[in-house]
């Protein structure tokens, strides 16, 4: 399997909700990173996250504060161990219900055959108008 058909993979398994499947695919010392590297109180999904456990601890999050909607991948290629995704989304915020619409890139190096680095981008101001109170 490609690299870039293990991401995909990846991916697929996250948004069929089989994170077992998923975290086969992950390395145990894999880092992922939600956008931003430093956490954050307020945006849990901000942050690194070490290995399966972290990985889990991510897409769980994810799923407490979001509810899934359009998830275009528009483009994908990769080489020498990375992989890289690009396309656009509309979440929505299960808290306040607001929309959470942003282009997205994803970053990932492929280790022996499984992910060891994740770096997801969006577009944060968005997300955190989805997220947070209005002030």
């Given at each position: 399997m490609s690299d870039v058909d293990l991401v995909q993979q990846f991916l697929g398994h996250i948004f069929a909700g089989e994170m077992a499947q998923a975290l086969a695919l992950v390395h145990p010392q894999a880092r992922f990173i939600g956008a931003r590297p430093t956490g954050d109180a307020r945006?849990?999904?901000y942050?690194?996250?070490e290995?399966?456990?972290g990985a889990?601890?991510?897409f769980r999050t994810f799923a407490e504060l979001?509810?899934?909607g359009d998830f275009e991948v528009i483009g994908r290629f990769g080489g020498a161990g990375y992989v890289?995704?690009?396309?656009k989304f509309c979440h929505s915020a299960r808290k306040t219900g607001r929309p959470f619409l942003s282009d997205w890139a994803l970053v990932a190096q492929i280790d022996n055959g499984m992910i060891?680095?994740?770096h997801f981008y969006e577009d944060t101001a968005a997300l955190e108008a989805a997220l947070l109170p209005i002030p």
């Open positions: 945006v849990p999904l942050g690194t996250h290995g399966r456990a889990e601890h991510f979001l509810i899934p890289t995704f690009f396309g060891r680095f994740y």
